[in-house]
């Protein structure tokens, strides 16, 4: 098993930035694919951002593409989202999940998913 466990969520105004963080523990060794999605009131869980461990093969939703940046420690076994310049629709739950095979955008590829971190930016 892996357990994933978020932090770094919050309130900010638009146009503010926001850093969250999801460590890792368990049998990491199994993961390879890395992914941040997040989930809004009413709406399905959507892609956000995904990379690997080394850090490559990183891909981003074309609504968050030069606002945020995905990396990965793979010494401390932790997973980073930068948010920059935040809008009020950036306003989600944030989730961090982990695949046992490579990355994907795709929410059904990943294997391990932490409780999510509130994003709430105000307008």
Known sequence: QVQLVESGGGLVQAGGSLRLSCAASGRTFETYGLGWFRQAPGKEREFVATTEWDGTYIVYADSVKG????????????????????????????????????????????????????VTVSS
């Open 67 to 118: 606002r945020f940046t995905i990396s990965a420690d793979n010494a401390k076994k932790t997973v980073y989202l930068q948010m920059n310049i935040l809008k009020p629709d950036d306003t989600a739950v944030y989730f961090c999940a982990a695949s046992t095979s490579w990355q994907s955008s795709s929410p059904g590829a990943y294997n391990y998913w932490g409780q999510g971190t509130q």
